[in-house]
Every structure is written in C-alpha cells, then in structure tokens.
C-alpha cells in the first residue's frame, strides 16, 4: 500500500510512469489524425489540399484537446478520485447513492470503453506498421500487424511490470521526437502557429467546400485517449498526470503543426494520403527507419495501456456485480496488476478479427472514435452528479453539463457517419457488452426478491440444543456458511432450513461469514459478532472493489486471531483428538439458489433469466469465485421457490368404497 502512495506523491519517477501508462492511445493519435482528416479517401472529388483545410484542421485540433482533454478531463473530472482510484466506475462508486439510474450512464460507458480497446490496438499498430510501405511498397502489413498482436497478448499472462519500467523511457523519446520534428518544420513557416486561433477553426467549419460532421469524426480521433487519463488515475496519482500532460500536449501540438506546414507547401496539389502520411513525410529520409520504429513500440505500448485497462474495468464490474464472476490472476506483485484470461483471448480473437475486417488503417479510423465519444457523453452525465455531490453552484455544474453535451454531441454526429464505415462493428460489440452486464446486474435483482430473511435470534435455542445432541451424527467441527443478510439479527430461510432440516448438521461452531464490497477501494476490514457464545458466531468483512476476495485466507487469518485472544477454542471435541490439542475440522456450506418454476416473471424478466442461466454455466462457481479450498465445500442446490404452497389450490376426493 506504502509504495501505491508512494506512485501518487509528484516525482520524476511517478511523471515517468505516467508517461508510459497513460498517454499511449492520445499520444500515437498523430499517426492518423491529419491523414484522416485530409485524407482523400472520404472526399468524393478528389480536391486539392487548402489552406483553409489544414489551418482549420490544426486549429481543430488544438482547440479540441483544449477542451476536451485538458479542461474536461486533467482539470475537472480527476478531481472525482475514489480514494485515489479513477476510471467509470469508480466515479459511479461515488455517486450511485444518488440516483439509482446512474447505473445506466455507467454500464454503457464501461460497455464503450471496452469495445473501444478492441479497435485501439490493431489502428495504431497497423498506422506505425504501414510507414515501412515507403521502402517495401508490397509488404505484408497485415499478417506483420497480426503477429505483433498476437504475441502482445500472449506476454499478458506473464504479468508486464518488467515491460512496464521501460515504458517511460520509451514514450519519453517518442513525444521528445514528435516535438523536435514538429519544430524542425515550424521554422520554415512559422506563420502556421496562427492556426491556434479558433477563427480558423470555425471558418473550416462553416464553409460550404467541406462536410463539417465529417471533418469532425476525423478530428475527434485527437483525443480519443482522454478517458484514459482519469482511468489510470490510481496507477500515477493526479499531480503526475496533470504535470505529464503539459509536456506531452506540447509535443502532440508541436507534432501537428509540423505536419500542417508539409501539408502547406503542397497546397493546391492532390495528394495520395494512403501512401504519404504526413506524420513519416516530416522525418528526414535517414530517419524513418528509426521512426518507424519507435512509432511501433509507441503503438504496442498504447496498446499494451489498454489491454491492462480493460482487466482493470473487468475486475471492478465483477466486485460491482455488473459482470459474471470470472477468474482474476495477479501475476506480479506490483499494485493493480492483474490479468484476466477470459477477457485477455476474447480482446485478442476481437482486435485479430478487426485486422482481418479492415485491413488498412484508414478503414478503420471509420469505425474508430463512434463508441468512445459515447463513453464521453455517460462520463459527462456521472461527473455532473459528482460535482452536484460537491456542492457546485447550479450555474457551474449546468455550464459544465451543457458545453460537453454540446461538444461530444457534436462529435457523434460527426461519429454516426461513421457507422455504415464500421462503427456499426464497435457499436454491436458495445451492445452485447450491454446486455452481458444489464442481465447480471437484473437478474440479481430478481433473485433478490425471493431470498427470505428471518429472525435469527429464534433459533438460538435449537442450534444450540443441536449442537450438543450426541445422537445426531456430527457433520464437522466449523461449519461455516456465506450470507448475504446485511443485518446480524437476520439470516437466509435458506441457511437455517439446511442446518436443521436438509439433513441436521450438528457442529461444534456454527460460522455466519458476510462481505460487503465497499466503495474505498483497498479498505479491508472485519468486524466479529458472538450471537451466541462458543456457538454461533458472525463475521463481516469489509472489502474494498479492488480487493482480490480471498475469503479461505482471510476467514483463517480471522480465526487464528479470535484463538490468539482466547475468544474461542477451535480444538476438536472427539476425546482422542482433543488430548492431543488438534483443531478441529473446517467445512464451508455454499448454498446455490436454483431458479426452478418461473411462472410468476413477466417476459422480460423470463428472458433475462435465461440470458443469466447460461452465463452463470460459462462463469465461476460461487465457491472459486470467494477463493474456497474445494476440499472443504459442500455446495447445496436450493430451489428458488417463487410461489408458497399455500398458494397451491387442490381439492381432496374420497375413494368410492
């Protein structure tokens, strides 16, 4: 815990990382960003280049990653830190006690990211990829760019902190290169820093020459890595990242203005963009080699941010309950590392299939940005509630609320031409995401509604009665059992109906153990409550969403320390193990409710039911989802019984004698 402070303090070391981990999607934008923007493939007729063009472009640019990346996200929205921990759901941590239909913004966001980090890796690789056409014009840029992903993905489950410590360095000398490039060209026509002027800007965006929804889409690709920064907000600490931006947005700005002033000395000419990106025309002819280079360890880097992104996302959704129970490695010891299989190979087989569907890069700009201004817009909604949770005045928040609405609306708009291109692709990705997690979150709603509660403290008397009955066949020492009652006066009808009637378990200990997934994301806690002494005892954990659940470990932990402070002999009661002082037996209960007749559901409930049964058979069973040992678990299947038999109408005939 010491060291992930230690990461959030401002240093040159905490400005390094951040460097590497965040601004790898923002920081390769200028690979394709101009030649989507001028690129001819979308214009019709192919028109020379114009002056009013490239100005407006780079005007575009810079004004967008003002607003957009700069205000909305370094300055306003990484002040919602949860505890020092950012991203869409941790934001939704924050406000969800507000409004219960915040859910939706954040499920939708989560949804969009998610499909936007299958289209970022296979965009950026294939862009710095493609440079090496100029001196190989037949190369096989496709398989090169498919073999590069696949063995990104296959180092994921090593665990990249080895990778991760070069990363700074690397992305260092990408934004240090993209600058002098950038300046080494302003010189020859420094007039282009007029460009910043917004006037450019909108006079591109009101002419009649350009399709202005168009021009957007393209420019929007500047700063689609935004949502990154507020992500990765635990990994590098707000100070480093709002520092870290400075210079990178420098160089980014620097970069673009460099490729305006090429693309100006060829004014009036048309130009074949597929083949002279701007961003390898301003290298001189030495070095593109080495800048291609280092444009694909840049690219694999941005690449490599958000494959760990998307684990991260996984692993809150599942603490959230917004995702099917999945199974989580922690290959490394660094904090927040984590590595999620499942996910891993369905992000591979997703950004292989975008290779093979696209083929070229400028192809898949078109599907690239539709999904991640959708993102914007729900974290735009959630950062508003937050900054009513802060007690704004109205006028700020409303302000804030209807300048992004506008801007990222915009942005869709400009977007939406972009579905019949392929963000029909990222779209329908995002709307099976959707249903994944709306069915997980509902269905357990529903099942919700049939879990009965009682009074715990009428049974005291019985369990402990049942306890010291030696003619019931002793079922073992511990007998531990996971609730989900929130109050210790109340238990599941469930779990006294297993101890006393499905089969009597008679036990020397009776454990009741509940975990509460809280907002705080590293909070581990316990509290112990005796209910009824030497008999029955409660455990509640408190567990943060970034905390892995290893209940097994931490119940011992809980158990060792209640022994340590003589509250409870744990030693067994058989007369000939007892002499000796050997601790009794263990055996965890998982009680798995069944849904059984489900004729009282409407519809839509049915369906949602059915969607969850069979994810439920694809995901982790309870008991390896809270880090059981198996040898020690029994699971019992309970039906969910949606109708009482008093419901039940049945008339009784006599036999005819």
Same mark, same amino acid.
């Given at each position: 815990?010491?060291?992930?402070?230690?990461?959030?303090?401002?240093?040159? #070391?905490?400005?390094?990382i951040?460097?590497?981990?965040?601004?790898?999607d923002?920081?390769?934008s200028?690979?394709?960003?101009?030649?989507a923007?001028?690129?001819?493939?979308?214009?019709?007729?192919?028109?020379?280049?114009? /002056?009013?063009?490239?100005?407006g472009? @780079?005007?575009?640019i810079?004004?967008?990653l003002?607003?957009?990346?700069?205000?909305?996200?370094?300055?306003?929205t990484?002040? #919602?830190?949860?505890? !020092?921990?950012?991203?869409?759901?941790?934001?939704?941590?924050?406000?969800?006690?507000? #409004?219960?239909?915040?859910?939706v913004?954040?499920v939708?966001?989560?949804c969009?990211?998610?499909?936007?980090?299958?289209?970022?890796?296979?965009i950026?690789i294939?862009?710095?990829?493609?440079?090496?056409?100029?001196?190989?014009?037949?190369?096989?840029?496709?398989?090169?760019v498919?073999?590069?992903i696949?063995?990104?993905?296959?180092?994921?489950q090593?665990?990249?902190?080895?990778?991760?410590?070069a990363?700074?360095?690397?992305?260092f000398?990408?934004?240090?290169?993209?600058?002098?490039?950038g300046?080494?060209?302003? $010189?020859?026509?420094?007039?282009?820093i007029?460009?910043?002027?917004?006037?450019?800007?909108?006079?591109?965006?009101?002419s009649?020459?350009?399709? #202005?929804? %168009?021009?957007?889409?393209?420019?929007?690709?500047?700063?689609?890595?935004?949502e990154?920064?507020?992500?990765?907000? !635990?990994?590098? !600490?707000r100070?480093n990242?709002?520092?870290?931006w400075?210079?990178?947005?420098?160089?980014?700005?620097?970069?673009?203005?460099?490729?305006?002033?090429?693309?100006?000395?060829?004014?009036?000419?048309?130009?074949?963009?597929?083949t002279?990106?701007?961003?390898?025309?301003i %290298?001189?002819?030495?070095?593109?080699?080495?800048?291609?280079?280092?444009?694909?360890?840049?690219?694999i880097?941005?690449?490599?941010?958000?494959?760990?992104?998307?684990?991260?996302?996984?692993?809150?959704?599942?603490?959230?309950?917004l995702w099917?129970?999945?199974?989580?490695?922690?290959?490394?010891? /660094?904090?927040? /590392?984590?590595?999620?299989p499942s996910?891993?190979?369905l992000l591979?087989?997703?950004?292989? !299939?975008? =290779?093979?569907l696209?083929?070229?890069?400028?192809? %898949?700009?078109?599907?690239?940005?539709?999904?991640?201004?959708?993102?914007?817009l729900?974290?735009?909604i959630?950062?508003?509630?937050?900054?009513?949770?802060r007690k704004?005045?109205?006028?700020?928040?409303?302000?804030?609320f209807?300048i992004?609405?506008?801007?990222?609306?915009?942005?869709?708009?400009?977007?939406?031409?972009?579905?019949?291109h392929?963000?029909?692709?990222?779209?329908?990705?995002?709307?099976?995401?959707?249903?994944?997690m709306w069915?997980?979150?509902?269905?357990?709603?529903?099942?919700?509604?049939y879990?009965k509660?009682?009074?715990? &403290?009428?049974?005291?008397?019985?369990?402990?009665?049942?306890?010291?009955d030696?003619? =019931?066949?002793?079922?073992?020492?511990q007998l531990?059992?996971l609730?989900?009652?929130?109050?210790?006066?109340?238990?599941?009808s469930?779990?006294?109906?297993?101890?006393?009637q499905k089969?009597?378990k008679?036990?020397?200990?009776?454990w009741?153990v509940?975990?509460?997934?809280v907002?705080?994301p590293?909070?581990?806690?316990?509290?112990v409550?005796v209910?009824?002494?030497?008999?029955l005892?409660?455990? &509640?954990?408190?567990?943060?969403?970034?905390?892995?659940? /290893?209940?097994?470990l931490?119940?011992?932990? =809980?158990?060792?320390?209640?022994?340590?402070?003589?509250?409870?002999?744990i030693?067994?009661?058989?007369?000939?193990?007892?002499?000796?002082?050997?601790?009794?037996?263990?055996r965890? @209960?998982?009680?798995e409710?069944?849904l059984?007749?489900?004729?009282?559901l409407?519809f839509?409930?049915?369906?949602?039911?059915?969607?969850y =049964?069979?994810?439920k058979k694809i995901?982790l069973?309870?008991?390896?989802n809270?880090?059981l &040992?198996?040898?020690f678990?029994t699971v019992?299947?309970v039906?969910?019984?949606?109708?009482?038999?008093d419901? $039940?109408?049945?008339?009784?005939?006599?036999?005819?004698?």
């Amino acid at each position: 815990m010491s060291s992930h402070k230690d990461l959030q303090k401002l240093s040159a #070391a905490g400005l390094l990382i951040s460097l590497g981990i965040i601004y790898g999607d923002i920081g390769t934008s200028p690979l394709y960003v101009f030649k989507a923007i001028v690129g001819l493939e979308h214009s019709s007729n192919s028109q020379p280049l114009s /002056q009013a063009l490239v100005l407006g472009g @780079v005007s575009l640019i810079f004004w967008t990653l003002t607003l957009q990346t700069t205000l909305k996200y370094v300055v306003i929205t990484l002040r #919602a830190d949860n505890k !020092g921990e950012g991203g869409i759901f941790s934001l939704f941590s924050l406000v969800r006690r507000k #409004a219960r239909w915040l859910i939706v913004p954040a499920v939708v966001g989560g949804c969009a990211l998610l499909a936007d980090g299958i289209i970022t890796p296979p965009i950026t690789i294939s862009s710095a990829i493609e440079g090496l056409t100029v001196y190989y014009p037949n190369l096989p840029t496709v398989q090169i760019v498919i073999i590069i992903i696949a063995i990104l993905f296959i180092i994921q489950q090593f665990g990249t902190s080895l990778v991760g410590k070069a990363f700074g360095p690397l992305m260092f000398i990408w934004f240090t290169m993209m600058g002098v490039l950038g300046i080494s060209y302003i $010189v020859q026509m420094p007039m282009v820093i007029k460009a910043l002027n917004p006037y450019y800007a909108f006079e591109l965006l009101t002419s009649d020459t350009y399709d #202005a929804f %168009m021009i957007l889409g393209a420019v929007f690709l500047c700063t689609t890595g935004a949502e990154a920064l507020y992500s990765d907000l !635990g990994h590098c !600490g707000r100070d480093n990242i709002r520092i870290s931006w400075i210079y990178v947005k420098t160089c980014l700005v620097l970069n673009y203005l460099g490729q305006a002033v090429w693309l100006l000395q060829r004014e009036g000419k048309v130009i074949d963009l597929s083949t002279n990106n701007p961003f390898y025309r301003i %290298m001189p002819d030495w070095f593109l080699i080495y800048g291609i280079g280092i444009a694909t360890i840049a690219a694999i880097i941005a690449s490599q941010a958000l494959i760990s992104g998307s684990f991260t996302l996984i692993a809150e959704a599942v603490r959230l309950n917004l995702w099917p129970k999945v199974k989580i490695n922690y290959p490394s010891e /660094q904090k927040g /590392q984590l590595y999620v299989p499942s996910i891993n190979w369905l992000l591979c087989a997703g950004c292989i !299939g975008v =290779v093979l569907l696209f083929q070229h890069s400028s192809k %898949m700009e078109a599907a690239y940005g539709l999904s991640i201004t959708v993102a914007m817009l729900m974290t735009t909604i959630l950062v508003s509630k937050f900054l009513q949770r802060r007690k704004l005045p109205a006028y700020i928040i409303g302000a804030f609320f209807i300048i992004y609405l506008l801007i990222e609306g915009t942005f869709l708009l400009g977007n939406l031409v972009k579905f019949v291109h392929g963000g029909w692709f990222t779209l329908s990705i995002g709307l099976v995401l959707f249903v994944i997690m709306w069915t997980w979150h509902t269905a357990r709603k529903i099942k919700n509604r049939y879990v009965k509660f009682i009074e715990i &403290d009428d049974y005291y008397n019985i369990i402990k009665e049942l306890s010291e009955d030696e003619s =019931v066949p002793k079922y073992a020492s511990q007998l531990v059992y996971l609730t989900s009652a929130n109050f210790n006066s109340e238990i599941e009808s469930k779990i006294i109906y297993s101890i006393l009637q499905k089969q009597p378990k008679r036990a020397d200990v009776y454990w009741l153990v509940h975990v509460d997934v809280v907002d705080e994301p590293y909070k581990r806690e316990y509290e112990v409550d005796v209910l009824v002494p030497g008999k029955l005892i409660r455990i &509640d954990f408190k567990l943060g969403f970034r905390v892995e659940q /290893q209940i097994n470990l931490l119940f011992r932990k =809980v158990v060792e320390d209640l022994v340590k402070n003589g509250e409870i002999d744990i030693t067994s009661k058989y007369k000939s193990l007892n002499k000796h002082k050997i601790v009794g037996d263990f055996r965890f @209960v998982v009680i798995e409710k069944v849904l059984s007749r489900s004729h009282n559901l409407s519809f839509y409930e049915k369906f949602i039911m059915f969607i969850y =049964v069979q994810l439920k058979k694809i995901s982790l069973s309870e008991e390896r989802n809270f880090g059981l &040992d198996l040898s020690f678990v029994t699971v019992e299947k309970v039906p969910l019984m949606l109708t009482s038999p008093d419901s $039940v109408k049945i008339t009784r005939v006599m036999p005819n004698h």
